[in-house]
């Protein structure tokens, strides 16, 4: 693999280019996390935004769209009217069809003499290797561009590779951003400071001293409006290929020599690689396909997925995974991996369980039965790090209860905290490919969950029903069961 060493962050002018620049993901997302870091003064002064689009609008037209759609996804008390001003200032709009050669003659003239340009394709990916092509032959490409791909990225290997060897054919992988907005949020980033910037948990994170793992990424939303999308994905490539397993790479790789883009992503690699295969016999075991039914939410009463608009009334597409993996190194030996997530759920969290071993023998005879100490990661909606103990309950007699040592990031520092695209995007600028995928963990992430699509498909079973507003079929609590443990909230 070639080193991956970003071009250096520079005072040159620059372009951002937003393929797909008035698009869902470009008014919700992209545009607040530009604004935001405008705010606070964190774009290179000479920054423009050309938002791409195939609408025919002029730049009036353009920001008239935007004063009407992008201030509701801003925090009202970061705006002000100077500032929002100032923004829009920076913003262009260049009415383009990917698909045809001749418009990027007119975006090469948008663009600023001896800019840096990042380009960032928020399209559908069948577009990038179209995209990457008409850039290069409108000589839009030099060795300081860099490009930022959006998932999906791929279906299954061999579309991934596709990708891959379409992009990389203008752009080295050192000029790769492959983003995960996972990697950008504070907690997860925590994550790798709580591993390896203390050294109490270290020496005990590793077999036999845990006893599983559990990650959850509970949404208490539906699929919305992205039926179109969503039912052709699922919540396994959807959640799991990416997001999931990269919380799992930083949950579970060894300590980088530095963190030096390559340094940390090698070790990520080596926990993707190291991932037991799942067999048929596997898929059949050690998963769970579920899809949500009409329950509630938010105290609303809520659709089931197959009354959704737009979803197929017979779709089998899963809203719902919950696997256990296993990591076939020393560290892992017989630590379960549980995975789940899905749409629906009774709340939103996301949040890593490490749980670990049973006492070898209790002098207690009064010991409830539960899991004695687990490590408790919540990231999100609240940031905070638990861990429980076991503790005297006040009074005569020995009885034991679990209580928690508390850390609340959110109190801990009072500092803002960026949204997890302002921060990637302030990556893409400077240059800093470490919270980005590289080819080659893309890759492998796809080869591990390709064979979960395959069993599926040969097992041919619809997926389960679980309520809305619950926390998933049953058959997820009894894979925990198997495991002689339980999710967290059932334990
Ligand atoms: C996206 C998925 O990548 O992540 C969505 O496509 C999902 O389906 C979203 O809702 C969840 O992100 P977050 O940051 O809200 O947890």
């Not at 340009?117 to 995209?131: C, D, G, N, Q």
Request: some cysteine; overall charge neutral.
């Amino acid at each position: 693999m070639t080193p991956s060493t970003a071009p250096a962050p520079s005072t040159l002018p620059l372009d951002l280019v937003i393929f797909g620049g008035a698009g869902d993901l470009s008014v919700r997302k992209l545009l607040p996390a530009l604004y935001m870091a405008h705010l606070h003064n964190n774009l290179p002064a000479q920054t423009r935004i050309h938002a791409l689009g195939r609408q025919p609008w002029d730049r009036t037209a353009f920001l008239a769209f935007i004063e009407d759609k992008v201030p509701g996804f801003i925090d009202a008390t970061a705006r002000t009217e100077t500032t929002w001003q100032g923004f829009l200032q920076r913003l262009n709009y260049v009415s383009l069809d990917a698909t045809r050669a001749g418009d990027f003659t007119s975006l090469g003239e948008a663009l600023q003499a001896g800019s840096d340009r990042v380009y960032y394709l928020a399209t559908a990916p069948s577009l990038f290797t179209t995209i990457c092509e008409h850039l290069a032959g409108a000589s839009l490409i030099d060795v300081r561009s860099r490009v930022v791909l959006e998932k999906p990225l791929g279906h299954d290997l061999a579309s991934a590779k596709e990708i891959n060897d379409s992009v990389g054919r203008h752009f080295l992988e050192s000029q790769i951003f492959r983003i995960d907005h996972y990697l950008g949020k504070e907690t997860v980033q925590n994550l790798m400071v709580l591993r390896f910037g203390n050294t109490i948990f270290e020496p005990l994170w590793r077999s036999p001293y845990i006893k599983s793992v559990q990650i959850t990424v509970a949404e208490s939303v539906g699929v919305g409006s992205r039926a179109g999308f969503y039912d052709s994905t699922g919540a396994l490539r959807d959640m799991v290929q990416n997001h999931l397993l990269q919380l799992l790479c930083i949950v579970a790789m060894e300590p980088p020599v530095s963190l030096d883009p390559d340094a940390v992503r090698d070790e990520k690699l080596k926990v993707l690689r190291s991932l037991r295969p799942m067999t048929v016999a596997h898929v059949a075991r050690d998963t769970v396909r579920g899809q949500y039914s009409a329950g509630a939410s938010g105290g609303d009463k809520a659709r089931g997925y197959l009354q959704e608009d737009n979803i197929p009334p017979d779709s089998t597409t899963e809203t719902f995974v919950a696997l256990r993996a296993h990591i076939n190194n020393w560290r892992w030996a017989n630590v379960p991996i549980l995975l789940r997530t899905g749409k629906r759920m009774a709340e939103r969290r996301s949040e890593i369980v490490i749980e670990f071993a049973d006492l070898p023998y209790t002098i207690f005879p009064d010991a409830p039965r539960q899991p004695v100490n687990r490590l408790m990661i919540r990231l999100q909606p609240e940031e905070h790090v638990q861990l429980q103990m076991m503790a005297k309950e006040p009074g005569s007699g020995m009885r034991l209860r679990p209580v928690n040592l508390n850390l609340d990031l959110e109190l801990a520092f009072s500092e803002r905290r960026a949204e997890a695209y302002e921060r990637l995007l302030m990556d893409v600028i400077k240059g800093r490919l470490t919270h980005f995928m590289r080819r080659d963990e893309l890759e492998a992430a796809w080869t591990w969950v390709e064979p979960i699509l395959d069993g599926w498909k040969q097992l041919n079973e619809k997926p389960k029903a679980y309520t809305a507003g619950t926390w998933g079929p049953a058959a997820s609590s009894a894979l925990m069961a198997r495991e002689g443990s339980a999710w967290v909230e059932e334990s």
